[in-house]
């Protein structure tokens, strides 16, 4: 497994229009994470799965954000209406569940530019 | 909420020489965990270090150790012997240990340059 991969890593595309995002955790790894970083500033929570279930949404994930994760596999992460606050880099990671410290493995990231 | 501060936006180390990197946190909880990520220039966010909140023995990695200092809110990183491929953003990361409560709040992070 080379490790949670992220498509497309880069997105142009102008104000109005839909993008969606993909993420392929680790295969064994149950629980998936979306995350927002701008420029210079840390990444910050948007929402997490633990298999298909949406355990946790932040008030940043308004609701022109959707994302899911059907069968508990891959992610989608959908924006509608984009607007030139979205452009960021939109992050992904994973982690398994149980006892213990589940470190959050990251993928590389869709950067995403609104015109 | 808990809350991540990294106040120094950047730091310079000459090669070989050893930096640190501070970070402090705010939390009304007892038992938590706390990160330190690298990020290099477009590559991806890598763990370099991990502290578990109700371990008193600070975490050291190879060169990589941290100072942990549960009552002052304070979790620091010092890079021994340091390498050019250390230059990275640093980012300081707090995650609860409540299951349910799994996601990582960051702080805005740390650019370290690496003198050759």
Known sequence: DTGVSQNPRHKITKRGQNVT?????ISEHNRLYWYRQTLGQGPEFLTYFQ????LEKSRLLSDRFSAERPKGSFSTLEIQRTEQGDSAMYLCASSPSG??????YFGPGTRLLVL | AQTVTQSQPEMSVQEAETVTLSCTYDTSESDYYLF?????????????????AYKQQNATENRFSVNFQKAAKSFSLKISDSQLGDAAMYFCAYRSHHGANSKLTFGKGITLSVRP
């Open chain 1, 21 to 25: 995002f993909r993420c392929d955790p």
């Open chain 1, 51 to 54: 298999n298909e279930a949406q």
């Open chain 1, 99 to 104: 006892i213990g410290v589940e470190t959050q």
């Open chain 2, 36 to 52: 330190w990520y690298k990020q290099p220039p477009s590559r991806q966010m890598i763990l370099v270090i991990r502290q578990e």
